[in-house]
């Protein structure tokens, strides 16, 4: 379930938040009903940068053999192409 909770509730009911985020729950907060932050626990977020880190330095490799580049307009077609297949 998404626990979303007003940025006061980071003051004031700190202890219930640092709980769920223990849990593996990003909490959202909010500021005037509006989505302000997500609070994550710092292994998730290592999970989710390592992810990137990870994806960029194949992108790097592929890259670095293969001379051939592509203009924006080719990589959102193909990638307009591959999500309107529904593959």
């Known amino acids: 379930m998404i626990n979303i909770r007003p940025v006061t509730d980071l003051r004031n009911k700190f202890s219930e938040i640092e709980e769920k985020v223990a849990e593996g729950e990003p909490v959202y907060l909010t500021k005037n009903g509006y989505g302000t932050m997500v609070v994550l626990s710092i292994e998730e977020y290592s ?24 203009t924006h307009d080719e990589v959102f077609g193909k990638m307009k192409e591959y999500l309107s297949s529904g593959k």
């Open 47 to 70: 999970r989710l940068t390592s992810l990137i880190d990870e994806k960029l330095s194949e992108a790097e490799i592929v890259a670095s053999s293969n001379p051939k580049r592509y």
